[in-house]
Every structure is written in C-alpha cells, then in structure tokens.
C-alpha cells in the first residue's frame, strides 16, 4: 500500500511514478488509474517530463524518466571507461543531458601529459556541438549513425567520438573518448574508436536493463 506523507504535490508525484513503473500510461489513464483529476494530473505529468522524472513516448504513454538512470549509469560507468582507456589510451567519459547543457557524470583520464582533461560535475552547453552533445541531441531513429565526432569543433586541437546510450527508447547519456588532434590517425577518431566506443555504450545499456 502506498504511503502518505502528508505532503500532497509529492505523493501525487510518487503515486505517478509506481503507477509507469508498473505500466507505461497516458496522462488521461493515469488519472482514472489514480482517482485524480485529468488537469492535475498532466500538470503534474508534464512538468515530471522536464525535469527527467518522466519520459513521454510517440504514443503520449509516461514512463520513468532518465534522471532514475543516472545512478545505476555512474555505478556502471567506472569500468566501463577504464576498459576503453585501456583500449584508446585516451580519456573516456559519460556525459548525461540537463536541460540545455550537457553534464559530465564520470570520466576516466588519460594518462599521458597531454590529455583531454574535464573535471565531474562540468557542464556544458549543447549548442557547443561537440560530439557528446551531436550524440544526446539526435532523434531516436533519426538515422542509422551509431556513433559522431568533432575534430575541432568546441576546443581546437581536441577532437572527439561519442556513442549514444538508450534507455527505452530516450537517449539518456553519451559515452566519449577526447583526444588531442595530434594523436589520431588521419581518417578521424570516428574511424579510430567509433566501434569501440559503440561497445562501451551498448554495455551501459545493458547495464540499465539488468538494474
């Protein structure tokens, strides 16, 4: 039985959330499932979607949103990216998305002195089309690229690859290798790491499957 705190707006919120993670369910259905009224409830529905609490599909159905992945992604993340530091040589981070910035949630760095060095906890903006941000901001299904760099593009003599990281069916992170232009091969990072960084992401993935 679910319990009430007394405090309204947050067992709303709460009572929203067993309900999608039992079954995905439109704003309309959630009401009648909770015995709220229809506006409070896309209201509530609503603002849980900007906030990530809440993920909204093509088909207008709720389900938990990507900020409940963060956690098991950072607990995943660590040896994720150390094994493709290993396999690089180079810095290896998960970026998630906050609003209009990106936002570093873990990273592993290089070893070498000259490195691409950006500290937990940075945010930057997705309008900076580095390629963890071409990465977070593409429409599921848009192509069929699984991964993007930027040579470059955001900070000269850096360039990088990203893969994105799908929960359900919402990009929810970004896995990254940055690099100094002068270590990488002529064709790119994309043709240098791009499947490696592929793999680093779909073990993510799976690491959200099986949380």
Request: with cysteine; aromatic share 4%; charged share 20%.
């Amino acid at each position: 039985m679910r319990r009430a705190t007394g405090v309204g707006v947050l067992d709303r919120v709460v009572a929203i959330l067993d309900a999608v993670e039992a079954r995905p369910m439109g704003a309309s259905e959630l009401a009648r499932h909770l015995g709220l009224a229809v506006p409070t409830v896309h209201r509530l529905a609503a603002a849980m979607v900007v906030h990530g609490l809440l993920f909204r599909d093509a088909e207008g159905r709720h389900h938990v949103g990507s900020r409940f992945a963060s956690t098991a992604l950072a607990a995943a993340a660590s040896p994720v990216l150390e094994e493709l530091r290993r396999e690089t040589g180079e810095t290896a981070q998960v970026w998630v998305p906050r609003g209009d910035s990106r936002v570093c949630l873990a990273c592993v760095e290089s070893t070498s002195e000259l490195r691409a060095s950006l500290p937990v906890g940075t945010a930057l903006p997705l309008s900076a089309k580095g390629s963890a941000a071409q990465a977070l901001t593409e429409e599921p299904g848009e192509s069929s690229r699984r991964w993007f760099e930027s040579v470059s593009v955001r900070t000269p003599g850096l360039c990088s690859v990203s893969a994105p990281v799908h929960y359900a069916t919402e990009i929810v992170a970004a896995v990254c290798v940055a690099a100094p232009v002068s270590r990488v091969r002529a064709e790119g990072p994309g043709a240098q790491w791009g499947a490696l960084v592929v793999a680093a992401a779909e073990r993510l993935e799976e690491a959200l499957l099986s949380r």
